[in-house]
């Protein structure tokens, strides 16, 4: 069979390769994606927008039965948790032919393949027997959840973040009774706090000493308050032993507090951590490095080590910075093919300032560096905490729940980080994010005008209480 010839070939059609073959369309190049599954990978079908679909409808139901207003009364809202799956299958294929399939369908400088694609030959990927050329190629697979060998797992029905799909076999679409959650991570506390509202009995069983153990610790306690006021059961120092059961329940034996305890539930979610795409792209073929997880390394340009290859997204991990999230392998998509395409790079991507968020119920927005990592580094930290009820916003609505902690340079007051557990916390993460990536001071954090009132004034008093006891100023007061 005769090679189709493009001028860039990217495995994977996620956010990562769309904004790559976009950005090659743009430049007057051809571009191919394949795709394994879904058009659009893992974000729009099985990630990001249908778990933030489901999620608000979880808090929806919730606040109906628990009001945080005196005067108005709880009432009891109906679930249909099969129409609930369906009316987020229609929101996810309206989404995916809207940015996804109506782009590659008005393109002519774009074209999909559907099937595994494979490298078979330093310059050329074959896909169901369609064998694409190209002088340069983009590694942008994304990532798949890890599963972690434990005995009997294997032959234990279980459920991943997958479960959030559509139209596929392993799609949930029967709310449990009951659930396990693997995983003390914001996977697994996105989906444990989004069933128990449902009104799933939810327990998380964390193998470190807290929950989020990659954040601030005064966060994870945070979130673990309101998940245990919640009634969600968090374990932690957990060793999980064995599993076993069928399509009925599950049975969980694991270490807890120097005991060996069971644990029943109807179900079993595995929720600890991702793992890189790589295992069977053929890589080795034009000479492509990995590290012992599978991640692609890359430079600061995300080439491999094969000059004609990049890769970027999920894939490359941790490699020069970077964080698995989607605006991150976006942002790089388009560097990645602009390198791939001019021939000699040239553009270096940078990952100093990420914001990032965790969609619990108060929300999680988190940027820079923790104060460990910041002393790491070498820093001379000085941390400022404050509750959510020292902000007027949270005050005025009856929504305190939360701490933010903000992180300094002690010699030059530089604020290196912020973490945030509060209403609308994705949200006001962006100004802090800003202030980061113009290497804003504790005095402009302090010094700047906020609406009031608003949760954003959440950063200006964290930085003035590094000067002021702000749990006696006025409202509005400097």
């Given at each position: ?91 996810i ?24 694609a494979?490298?078979?030959g ?29 005995p ?68 994870a ?6 998940f245990?006021e ?64 599978g ?18 997204g999920?894939v ?29 790079g ?11 968020a ?40 009856r ?13 030059t ?21 800003m ?20 949760m ?23």
């Amino acid at each position: 069979m005769m090679a189709e010839k493009f001028d860039l070939v990217i495995l994977g059609s996620g956010s990562t390769a769309f904004a790559a073959a976009l950005r090659a369309a743009a430049s007057g190049h051809t571009a191919a994606m394949t795709e394994v599954r879904t058009l659009g990978g893992t974000c729009a079908n099985r990630g990001c927008l249908p778990s933030k679909n489901l999620i608000e409808a979880a808090k929806i139901l919730y606040d109906t039965k628990h009001p945080r207003y005196p005067g108005l009364s709880p009432t009891s809202m109906s679930l249909d948790f099969r129409a609930l799956i369906e009316q987020k299958d229609a929101v996810i294929e309206d989404y995916r032919g809207k940015k996804y399939q109506s782009i590659v369908f008005n393109s002519q400088r774009i074209r999909v393949f559907e099937g595994s694609a494979r490298f078979s030959g330093s310059n050329e990927v074959t896909v169901n027997g369609q064998v694409l050329s190209a002088a340069r190629f983009l590694v942008a697979t994304g990532s798949s959840p890890a599963v972690p060998e434990v005995p009997g797992l294997r032959d234990t029905p279980y459920l991943t973040s997958d479960l959030l799909t559509s139209h596929e076999d392993i799609e949930l679409t029967e709310l449990p009774v009951s659930l396990i959650i693997l995983g003390g991570g914001y996977i697994a506390l996105e989906l444990g706090q989004m069933f128990a509202r449902f009104g799933t009995s939810v327990t998380i069983l964390a193998r470190g000493a807290r929950i989020l153990t990659a954040y601030e610790p005064e966060i994870a306690q945070s979130v673990a308050d309101v998940f245990r006021e919640e009634g969600i059961a968090i374990h932690t120092k957990t060793t999980v032993s064995r599993v076993h059961g069928d399509e009925r329940h599950v049975v969980v034996t694991l270490q807890m507090d120097g005991r060996q305890k069971e644990l029943k539930a109807a179900k079993l979610l595995v929720a600890t951590g991702r793992t890189p795409n790589t295992e069977h792209l053929g890589l080795e073929l034009p000479g492509v490095d990995m590290d012992a997880r599978g991640f692609v390394k890359v430079n600061d340009e995300l080439r491999t080590s094969a000059e004609h290859v990049y890769a970027a997204g999920d894939v490359i991990g941790s490699y020069t910075g970077s964080q698995p999230a989607t605006p991150v392998g976006a942002q790089d998509g388009g560097i990645a093919a602009e390198n791939a395409l001019n021939g000699n790079g040239g553009r270096t991507v940078t990952h100093a300032v990420i914001p990032r968020a965790i969609f619990t119920d108060p929300q999680v927005g988190v940027v820079g560096l923790s104060d460990a990592e910041a002393t790491a580094r070498g820093y001379e930290c000085e941390c400022r905490i404050i509750p959510m009820s020292l902000v007027p916003r949270a005050g005025a609505v009856r929504e305190t729940r939360g701490v933010l902690k903000m992180v300094a340079d002690r010699n030059t007051k530089k604020v290196l980080g912020v973490s945030m557990h509060g209403m609308s916390a994705a949200e006001v993460i962006h100004e802090a994010a800003m202030g980061l990536h113009f290497g804003a001071s504790i005095d402009d954090f302090a010094r700047l005008l906020h609406v009031y009132p608003t949760m954003s004034e959440a950063l200006k008093i964290a930085a003035l209480s590094y000067t002021k006891d702000v749990s006696k100023m006025s409202c509005c007061a400097d």
